[in-house]
């Protein structure tokens, strides 16, 4: 908590964390970022093994409430939202960070390599989970609210060893702007966070991480590597009220690799 500079911009608001992994985790950094700035949390997760990493995280931040959920399970959305609406009665952002593929298919042809199986878990999972999340978060919101999924520069561009979980990315970016445009006129705002790439363990699972890391800080105009702060900070503005009139975006965290088509001949160097 040190780390994040301590002030009021989310005093007097609750909201709900879904997807921490462990305390490497971006929906961390932003969990963190936020209680500095005074919100109380929730958070999920996904079983009991799960629990080991998140509990302690969550306690650390004062969260009054730490719930099972596998947002593959209907059951499990219901009794989570159901907890928040009896505990809390209402919401006022949620933050979804949340993806998942078979790890095996992430690397050589995406075209070959994809099964239908898998296609479908990971887009039920990375994508249509923020779709159901918002839908259910949204009646918690009557007095309205923000939300922020996160996503990667793979949704707009081929990434090597990233295939289908960019196509999902795809999807979760396409389904914000129509959440926001559905949720806009109760007064949601609804956006996603492209952030560059950053040490997690969804990271981890893609082959050619070293190379994209050196890569994505060579090449960028800020020759650094996407700092975890940055996609806190960015996560503030949009869930507080400095993000007024700012929806169905996609916010760029990447130290500016995005706007680069060729970069420097040294970038080519690992």
């Known amino acids: 908590m040190s780390d994040f500079p301590k002030g009021d911009l989310m005093a007097g608001k609750r909201g709900l964390i879904m997807g921490v992994a462990n305390k490497n985790s971006i929906a961390w950094s932003i969990a963190q970022q936020l209680r500095a700035q005074g919100a109380e949390l929730a958070f999920t997760y996904l079983n009991e093994s799960m629990e080991r990493r ?13 719930l099972e959920c596998d947002v593959t399970q209907d059951t499990q959305m219901d009794g989570a939202f159901a907890t928040i609406a009896e505990k809390w009665g209402s919401l006022d952002f949620l933050v979804h960070s949340i993806a998942f593929t078979d790890r095996t298919e992430l690397e050589g042809s995406f075209v070959e ?12 999972i990375s994508a249509f989970s923020f779709v159901d999340a918002a839908n259910r978060a949204s009646k918690l919101m009557s007095e309205g609210g ?7 520069l793979g949704s707009e561009r081929t990434i090597p ?9 795809a999807a979760l970016e396409a389904s914000t702007r129509y959440i926001a445009r ?8 609804v956006n996603a966070i492209s952030a560059g790439p950053i040490k ?9 991480g070293r190379h994209m890391f050196s890569f994505n800080r060579n090449a960028s105009p800020l020759r650094q590597d996407t700092d975890p702060k940055g996609v806190a900070g960015a996560a503030l503005y949009l869930l507080s009220d400095l993000g007024a009139s700012c929806t169905g975006e996609v916010l760029h965290v990447d130290a500016g690799f995005h706007i680069v088509g060729m970069p420097d001949e040294e970038a080519m160097v690992d």
Do not use: W
């Open 54 to 66: 998140v509990r302690p995280l969550a306690e650390s931040v004062d969260a009054p409430l730490i």
């Open 113 to 124: 390599g994809t099964t239908r199986q898998n296609f479908k878990d990971t887009m039920d």
């Open 146 to 152: 923000s939300m922020v999924t996160l996503t990667y």
């Open 161 to 169: 060893n990233y295939n289908v979980m960019g196509v999902a990315k």
């Open 182 to 189: 559905d949720l806009g006129p109760a007064g949601l705002r």
């Open 200 to 208: 997690t363990l969804a990271a981890a699972g893609i082959s050619s």
